[in-house]
């Protein structure tokens, strides 16, 4: 079946470091992938899409690419600040009658001063 | 715009009762999404419906159900409450279903069993 594997966590990075947190995914078809973010206490926000392969997402600083050939979609941040603070979540979805996000476990990022 | 909203925020209750989750999606949403995020387990897919209709299951009890009414708005039912079912229940909307529209969430509510 289809799955997302995200890295374990938690990520503790200081300020203005470079983030890196990897998503690989296992799917019969062509999925849509999607990074969301979880604040303490809150629901999830979507941060960023890709539709197909070779597709960029990007808001608020963060990027990710679908790569196909690697059935990955990793979320990277140049210059991580203390509020992104937060819990990651890596989504697949497939169009269709299915019509389900399929998360990963999530990583749980921690920035300090 | 508002947002999906949820009600209520939380709610306690004790084994074998029943509790009743509502949600309200996104102005001009007609698909409803309903997941479980329950510790040690991640987040699963519970219920999806469009245009009122149930449209696909997760791998859940028949005790969890729920409907949608003509306004798109959407209840969550949990029959015989267990223990495990203490979690935060997340709803979500998208513009359609069936499409790659992204899904937009609510807050949750945090149910609790006693």
């Known amino acids: 079946g289809d799955s997302v594997t995200q890295m374990e966590g938690p990520v503790t990075l200081s300020e203005e470091a470079f983030l890196t947190i990897n998503c690989t995914y296992t799917?019969?078809?062509?999925?849509?992938l999607f990074w969301y973010v979880q604040y303490p206490g809150e629901g999830l926000q979507l941060l960023l899409k890709a539709t197909k392969a070779d597709d960029k997402g990007s808001n608020k600083g963060f990027e990710a690419t679908y790569r196909k050939e690697t059935t990955s979609f990793h979320l990277e941040k140049g210059s991580v600040q203390v509020s992104d603070s937060a819990v990651y979540f890596c989504a697949l979805l497939y169009t269709g009658t299915a019509s389900k996000l399929t998360f990963g476990t999530g990583t749980r990022l921690q920035v300090t001063l | 715009e508002a947002g999906v909203t949820q009600s209520p925020t939380h709610l306690i209750k004790t084994r074998g009762q029943q509790a009743t989750l509502r949600c309200s999606p996104i102005?001009?949403?007609?698909?409803v999404y309903w997941y479980q995020q329950a510790l040690g387990l991640g987040l699963q897919f519970l219920l999806w419906y469009d245009e009122g209709e149930e449209r696909n299951r997760g791998n859940f009890p028949p005790r969890f159900s729920g409907r949608q009414f003509p306004n798109y708005s959407s209840e969550l039912n949990v029959n015989a409450l267990e223990l495990e079912d203490s979690a935060l229940y997340l709803c979500?909307?998208?513009?359609?279903?069936?499409?790659?529209?992204?899904?937009?969430f609510g807050d949750g509510t945090r149910l609790s069993i006693l």
């Open positions: 979500a909307s998208s513009p359609t279903g069936g499409s790659n529209q992204p899904q937009h």
């Open positions: 102005s001009g949403h007609t698909s």
């Open positions: 799917a019969t078809g062509y999925p849509s």
